[in-house]
């Protein structure tokens, strides 16, 4: 089993920055992906970023330029660093880790942290 503890969510005006952290621990793989996904209300959940064991990224389009993801191996921890915050960035945002080993994969869910940007 694996659990993933965010923290960093809150309340920020527009332009604003806020950095999640998301701490892993328990049964992790060293081939793994760890991300950011993020669910507005009405709207289905959706990926912000996420980064290989291998540090190679992957992000969407709203965000590039203004978060950038990273992540502390020795820590199993990714961070997600999001400036020039924007209200339509509003949301619960999730971590999430997928364990790979050949064709098997787990997926693990954080319990989300709320982001809230205003105008």
């Known amino acids: 089993q694996v659990k993933l503890v965010e923290s960093g969510g809150g309340l920020v005006q527009a332009g604003g920055s806020l950095r999640l952290s998301c701490a892993a621990s328990?049964?992790?793989?060293?081939?793994?992906?760890m991300g950011w996904y993020r669910q507005a209300p009405g709207k289905q959940r959706e990926l912000v970023a996420d980064?290989?064991?291998?540090?190679?990224?992957n992000s969407a389009d709203s965000v590039k330029g203004r978060f950038t993801i990273s992540r502390d191996n020795d820590k199993n921890t990714v961070y997600l660093q999001m400036n020039s915050l924007k209200p339509e960035d509003t949301a619960v945002y999730y971590c999430k880790l997928q364990n790979r080993r050949l064709a098997f994969s787990q997926i693990y869910w954080g319990q989300g942290t709320e982001v809230t940007v205003s105008s």
């Open positions: 980064i290989t064991s291998g540090g190679i990224t």
């Open positions: 328990g049964s992790i793989f060293s081939i793994n992906v």
